[in-house]
């Protein structure tokens, strides 16, 4: 199983990016997707999740600006980022759970400009 992510970049403050994370290989299920970010010097934080049979989850700090969503068919999922800030610059890594296993995607680079 592997996941591919895109869709990052340099951004100045207020803007929006849309990160996409593709999912090849042989999986049956997916419980749930999410994104993560690790900021330099920092420890690897969720920012937001979708599980099977549950609302979306966000950390609070993106609350209202960030959107995650899925397809299942496609076997994708994205993150719909707006009024980005400069302390939203980080590594963002998508994950796949399929009840056993957590899957991890190499990461790709956001870089807020003040």
């Known amino acids: 199983v592997q996941l591919q992510a895109s869709g990052g970049g340099l951004v100045q403050a207020g803007g929006s990016l849309r990160l996409s994370c593709d999912v090849s290989?042989?999986?049956?299920?997916?419980?749930?997707w999410a994104w993560y970010r690790q900021a330099p010097g920092k420890q690897r934080e969720l920012v937001a999740k979708?599980?099977?049979?549950?609302?979306?989850n966000y950390a609070d700090s993106v609350k209202g600006r960030f959107t995650i969503s899925r397809d299942n068919y496609k076997r994708t999922t994205d993150l719909q980022m707006n009024s980005l800030k400069p302390e939203d610059t980080a590594v963002y890594y998508c994950?796949?759970?399929?009840?056993?296993?957590?899957?991890w995607g190499q990461g790709t680079l956001v870089t807020v400009s003040s």
């Open positions: 994950n796949i759970f399929n009840g056993r296993t957590g899957y």
């Open positions: 290989g042989r999986i049956l299920s997916i419980n749930s």
């Open positions: 979708l599980a099977y049979g549950s609302p979306p």
